[in-house]
């Protein structure tokens, strides 16, 4: 097979940028797919933090087309791992030197239509600058969404325009939604808002990317199809359902470098399948870390999430007062809303079982999936999920509700435990079937433990998937350009 050019464009890209997943999956994808033999590059933003990580500034600058005028833009590039894959990063000040990528402690910046207008076609442009003349454009969320109605309008004419795309939706409740007086920013006209953007009367992004896209995936099949409901297309299940066999779900991977308790260097003594034993002394050390009473017995909770409604972080709140007299343990990591960030403040000041940190801290996430017995994740929708693939790696049974990702990614009472309600109740059902199996049936949960961490969930199956799915859209643009 001859060897695909591929662009991600994404605005968030381990190590360069991460509030969640996306960040992993940008990371991780292009660096499989170019172990096949791809040329893979990703483009997305030099935003302030991504300024740490070692980079080479080109001797050319991209013109930008924004708002009437040019954002000029320059171009550092790095390896990513040791892959041949390559991140792009697109340095423009105004628009990215600023502590946060979508928002700060103000709420979301008023700009984002122009920053994340800037790397749709700062990607184009890109690719022009370097002669680079992609096969697939595989765009991510909202923040990329333009690319596809670019190619279809702005650039019609031009080769780019060849180009097949893959819009990979990771979360439908984050749409890209502005007021439509910026339009100008894009350089679209009104009768591309009026067909590909409006809705609701504002800019929609997302709605474009769906629409204008060659194919659509999201992050597990589950999803896919609950995407295409009025209960989870958050609006836009009718573009979902209008795309018809487009859409398809393939489930995330996990990164094998970054997450292997056989050798991640975040933990303080490694474990396996094969091995398991040294898993208690990463419990043992974790309780240390956070200042829990170090006991081996009591079974510890695990908890790293952004605190969002999504996420159930209500349901986990609701369940506290009762799940704390079981003798228990329980760590939280995570931010976001500040109700629960203070309710986990203050449990960690005043309870000598609970311990949280408030913020990112992603070293103290891998010692949290290594070190905690079980871990929980009441998601209201979860697109794919990470962390429950992480736990089940460590041997960290998850409790989780069987949505989306998390009822394609676990096996009932094999190697996590599922739960249906939404509530706490139903949540805190879950949790005692799993203490009782911990306290009661030690070895039934030890070979549940097993069972987790051997299953297959590195990137291999998946980016074997994009391929197939980058081919089914390069013979449906190359049909859709004949046209
Ligand atoms: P989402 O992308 O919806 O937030 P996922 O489960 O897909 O959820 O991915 C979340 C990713 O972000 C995981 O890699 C998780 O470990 C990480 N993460 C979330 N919150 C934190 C935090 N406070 N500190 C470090 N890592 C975090």
């Known amino acids: 097979m001859p060897r695909l050019k591929v662009l991600f464009v994404a605005s968030e890209c381990v190590p360069f940028a991460k509030t969640g ?10 660096r499989a797919l170019a172990d096949h033999g791809h040329d893979v590059r990703v483009v997305l933003p030099r935003y302030r933090a991504a300024r740490r990580h070692p980079a ?33 990063l697109l340095e423009h000040d105004r628009l990215f030197d600023r502590d946060g990528i979508y928002d700060d402690a103000h709420g979301e910046f008023g700009d984002n239509l122009s920053r994340f207008t800037f790397l749709s076609r700062g990607a184009i442009e890109l690719c022009r600058m370097l002669d680079f003349r992609p096969d ?45 007086a910026g339009l100008s920013q894009t350089g679209l006209g009104w009768d591309d808002y009026a067909r590909d953007l409006e809705r609701g009367g504002r800019i929609n992004l997302l709605r474009a990317g769906i629409r204008r896209s060659t194919v659509v995936s999201t992050v597990s099949p589950r999803y896919a199809s609950e995407i295409q409901t009025p209960e989870g297309g958050e609006g836009l299940d009718a573009e979902v359902r209008a795309r018809g066999g487009d859409v398809i779900g393939i489930l995330n991977g996990i990164d094998d470098a ?55 972080i209500d349901i986990i709140a609701g369940t506290l007062e009762r799940l704390l007299v079981r003798d ?67 041997g960290t049974l998850p409790i989780v509700r069987a949505v ?25 059902a879950a949790i005692d079937w799993a203490l009782g199996t911990y306290r009661n049936a030690p070895a039934q949960f030890r070979a549940m433990q097993i069972r987790a ?31």
């Open 21 to 30: 997943g996306l960040a992993d999956v940008v990371g991780a994808l292009p």
């Open 258 to 312: 970054a997450w292997d308790p056989e050798t991640d260097r975040h933990l303080p003594a490694h474990f396996s399948a094969n091995d398991p034993s040294r898993k208690e002394e990463c419990k043992a050390a974790l309780q240390r870390e956070l200042g829990l009473p170090e006991r081996p017995r009591v079974p510890l909770l695990g908890v790293v999430s952004r605190f969002a409604h999504q996420k159930g």
């Open 136 to 180: 697939v454009i595989h765009v991510h969320d909202w923040q990329a969404s333009l690319v596809p109605l670019y190619l279809d309008t702005i650039e019609a004419g031009s080769p780019i325009a060849d180009a097949a795309t893959v819009l990979t939706l990771h979360n439908m409740g984050y749409q890209g939604g502005f007021d439509p």
């Open 56 to 88: 080479d500034k080109l001797d050319a600058m991209v013109g930008v087309p924004l708002g009437g005028g040019t954002a000029w833009s320059a171009v550092w590039t790095a390896h990513m791992g040791t892959s041949s894959a390559r991140a792009y």
């Open 453 to 483: 961490m051997r299953k297959p969930m590195g990137w291999g199956h998946a980016s074997r998937q994009y391929e197939a799915l980058y081919r089914l859209a390069m013979g449906k643009r190359r049909a859709q350009r004949r046209r």
């Open 404 to 428: 989306g990702g998390l009822d394609d990614t676990v096996e009932n009472g094999a190697t996590g435990f599922k739960f249906t309600e939404l509530s706490s109740d139903g949540l805190l």
């Open 328 to 394: 228990v343990q329980l760590v939280v990591l995570g931010a976001g809303e500040s109700w629960a960030e203070e309710v986990f403040r203050r449990l960690s000041r005043t309870s000598d079982c609970v311990r949280a940190h408030i913020g990112m801290n992603e070293p103290l996430a891998h010692r949290i999936e290594a070190g905690s017995d079980l871990f929980l994740m009441p998601s209201r929708y979860e697109p794919c999920g990470l962390n429950q693939l992480y736990s089940q790696r460590y």
